[in-house]
């Protein structure tokens, strides 16, 4: 306090009081924030009782990034506090933004492990407005479908163009650059405009929805709960190990094709019951819908928009196609494939396929396990691994509990081990459940047919094994000759398509063991 008896007080007496320091009120009243009230004769600055108050609310204002001018406002009644404070929120939330894009671009950068040259490009899509991420992508859709007449495709694509978020996660900054970069991509526009042909081609024309049927949200409601069995079932047909162009698959192709026929009412020309027009239809649609670059760019906007990515429709896609064209109308079943399968001849060459084979798996070495074999770019442990599983599936359905573990694990660390239990216990099983004299599945087929597809299948993998490790590959040559009849006779029919159980007959050199003839039947090169 300045002793003058006024009660004025000394910039330094003012500091000391407040813990402001003297250097920053100096400034603060250069700036007509905090005006001396007077001076002394020597013109030191001299501060009225008010000024403590005053300093704490210039400090306040202050700690909270309020500029100096817009602080003099508010202390010389300009502007209210309330308006002061809702600017440089406002102004706040700008900064919180970009701030906020930044970190987005450099955590980005850091997990693309982006190179240096990328990154002002990266930095530039970041940067762009919503209107302006908009417009690219609504740009990209209309040059892609310029000229096709799909015009609800069109609208659906363009309603689904997303907005970055304020506050973009590094994985939807990622999401963003990489379809940005994508709908340059000549294979997306290319399979884009391919889709909306296809809509084209096979959307009602105006006024010709059939009477009665249900409004187009609840045809779209239909077709998505349809395309998720599809995708259920076909996952679920491939975890039970049903092959494509196998007799099991057709049940599995009549439920879908049942459920999929209504949602085709509103279609030109729809197919009104399970057939090769409704099969061949479908199959169309799959594999028109197949497109990888189509399905990246809804993943993409799934991402940017924070919703659950679609599912993947790879797995279940890829069998149920096959399927479709390994069964181009519904399958009617040839039960003589059934007869001449005497149960205690099928028990008696399971023991000896599966004795002969357990032979080559205890030859097989740890090293050997990488090797390649003739069977579907299977290694050898792969192999392996499919012949325990069928051993063990077997003897599951016997059990009338089917497995469901195609993909899981089950060769542990010891192959031979796992390769002899499965087998020893698939023998006991088929002998103590009664398995050889039952039916099972839709088709009703006897339980010593199924066995005999099991003894096929050990005797194939087998001599593939065989081939892939330098063993010799006539295997049990007192029951082979039998088990390739049993081949031909269960088989002989069954369609070689991609994707299937089989590929062409290839021939067999003369002289060939009956092992070498069925894996020559197969598909295998026993040259």
């Not at 955590?107 to 530039?124: I, Q, Y």
């Not at 779209?220 to 092959?243: N, Q």
């Not at 081939?467 to 031909?488: D, I």
């Amino acid at each position: 306090m300045y002793e003058d008896g006024t009660g004025l007080l000394t910039i330094g007496a003012l500091a000391r009081l407040t813990g402001v320091p003297v250097k920053t009120i100096r400034n603060w009243s250069d700036q007509d924030l905090l005006p001396p009230a007077a001076r002394t004769p020597a013109g030191y600055r001299l501060y009225g009782p008010e000024a403590p108050a005053r300093l704490e609310v210039v400090r306040s204002l202050r700690d909270l990034g309020i500029g100096l001018a817009a602080i003099r406002s508010v202390l010389h009644r300009e502007r209210t506090v309330a308006e002061t404070a809702a600017r440089w929120a406002d102004a706040l939330d700008a900064q919180i933004r970009t701030l906020r894009l930044q970190r987005a671009v450099l955590r980005a950068v850091a997990a693309r492990g982006s190179a240096a040259e990328e990154l002002p490009h990266m930095t530039e899509l970041a940067r762009l407005s919503a209107r302006e991420r908009r417009r690219i992508l609504a740009d990209f859709v209309e040059d892609a479908l310029d000229g096709v007449d799909a015009p609800a495709y069109r609208s659906g694509l363009l309603a689904a163009t997303p907005d970055l978020p304020d506050d973009p996660t590094p994985e939807q900054l990622g999401a963003w650059i990489e379809l940005a970069e994508l709908v340059r991509d000549p294979e997306l526009r290319a399979a884009l405009r391919r889709l909306a042909e296809y809509s084209a081609r096979t959307a009602p024309a105006a006024g010709e929805r059939p009477v009665g049927e249900t409004d187009p949200a609840e045809q779209d409601r239909a077709a998505v709960r349809v395309a998720e069995l599809m995708r259920v079932r076909g996952e679920e047909a491939v975890a039970a190990g049903i092959a494509p162009d196998s007799p099991a698959a057709e049940h599995v192709l009549a439920e879908l094709i049942a459920a999929w026929l209504p949602t085709q009412a509103a279609t030109p020309d729809p197919p009104a019951e399970d057939g090769p027009r409704a099969r061949g239809r479908l199959l169309e649609q799959l594999e028109t819908a197949a497109e990888p670059a189509v399905a990246r760019y809804w993943q993409l906007l799934c991402t940017l928009t924070g919703r659950p990515a679609p599912p993947r429709w790879d797995t279940a896609g890829t069998w149920t196609t096959a399927a479709l064209r390994a069964h181009p109308r519904p399958y009617r079943l040839d039960r003589s494939a059934f007869d001449g399968t005497d149960p205690a001849r099928v028990l008696h060459a399971y023991a000896q396929v599966s004795r002969a084979v357990s032979a080559v798996v205890a030859a097989v070495r740890p090293e050997d396990l990488d090797l390649p074999t003739p069977c579907a770019g299977w290694t050898v442990r792969q192999l392996l691994d499919h012949m325990v599983w069928e051993n063990l599936m077997a003897a599951s359905i016997a059990e009338d509990a089917p497995r469901e573990d195609l993909t899981a694990d089950h060769l542990g660390d010891d192959h031979r081990a796992a390769f002899e239990d499965s087998a020893r216990a698939a023998l006991a099983t088929f002998t103590g459940s009664g398995m050889l004299h039952r039916t099972f599945g839709p088709y009703e087929a006897p339980g010593a047919m199924l066995v005999q597809q099991v003894v096929v299948e050990l005797l194939a993998h087998g001599w593939d094994m065989a081939r892939a490790t330098g063993a010799p590959t006539t295997l049990a040559p007192e029951v082979a000759e039998e088990t390739l009849v049993a081949a031909r006779r269960m088989y002989g029919a069954a369609p070689r398509t991609a994707g299937g159980s089989f590929a062409p007959e290839r021939p067999a050199p003369p002289g060939a063991s009956a092992a070498d003839r069925l894996a020559a039947f197969l598909g295998r090169d026993p040259a």
